[in-house]
Structure formats: structure tokens, C-alpha cells
């Protein structure tokens, strides 16, 4: 089974720098697209950023400007770099990969969530 495995999260005062990684199994014989989504209590899960196979990047307006998306295939890990971080950043962020088994063919898969609080 494929699995996505995310660290980084934790406390940062806002203004503050925070890196999220997500490492997905090496089960997963094919990754295209991963990008990253964030639910705050309350609220629905929303995206945050995306990334395709061949680097194409794409951005929810709330952190364009601030949060960078990138990936190292070898590694099979994505990554997100949150800059200037506000209160408002405040969320459980998930990492998400559409991905192909030869046993399940292409399917969508999350991590299982690491919190991120920006807080004085």
C-alpha cells in the first residue's frame, strides 16, 4: 500500500519560517501530481499548493508570495516552504499524491496531516 508520510509542522511565531516534507513510500511505482491542503477547524479542506510531474506549480491566492511548492523525485519527497507566516496559516496541512500501482492503477492518496500553529 502506498504511503505518504508528512513532517515539519509545530509552533512559529507569526512572521516566522516553517518546511514541510512529505515522503511517499517507495510502493508507489509512478508519481504525478502532489500538492499540499490545509483544514482549519471548522472549514472545509482546502488546496494549498500544487505541483505536476514536470515542475508546473500552481497556488491558492492566500499564499502566493509566501509559500513555495517543490519536489525531488529521487527522494520522492514534496516539500513546502511557508515564509512570513500569519495566524490565519493556522491548520492541519495534508499532503496529497495522485499516484500509479500496477495493483490499484491511478488513485489519489493523503498523508496523515501535521498541524501547524502560528501564534505570539
Known amino acids: 500500500q502506498v504511503q505518504l508520510v508528512e513532517s515539519g509542522g509545530g509552533l512559529v511565531q507569526p512572521g516566522g519560517s516553517l518546511r514541510l516534507s512529505c515522503a511517499v513510500s517507495?510502493?508507489?511505482?509512478?508519481?504525478?501530481?502532489m500538492g499540499w491542503y490545509r483544514q482549519a477547524p471548522g472549514e472545509e479542506r482546502d488546496m494549498i499548493a500544487t505541483?505536476?510531474?514536470?515542475?508546473?506549480?500552481q497556488y491558492a491566492d492566500s499564499v502566493k508570495g509566501r509559500f513555495t511548492i517543490s519536489r525531488d523525485n529521487p527522494k520522492r519527497t514534496v516539500y513546502l516552504q511557508m515564509n512570513s507566516l500569519k495566524p490565519e496559516d493556522t491548520a492541519v496541512y495534508y499532503c496529497?499524491?495522485?499516484?500509479?500501482?500496477?495493483?490499484?492503477?491511478?488513485?489519489?492518496?493523503w498523508g496523515q496531516g501535521t498541524q501547524v500553529t502560528v501564534s505570539s
Open positions: 496529497n499524491g495522485r499516484i500509479y500501482t500496477p495493483k490499484w492503477g491511478l488513485n489519489d492518496y
Open positions: 517507495a510502493s508507489a511505482f509512478r508519481i504525478d501530481s
Open positions: 505541483i505536476t510531474s514536470g515542475a508546473t506549480t
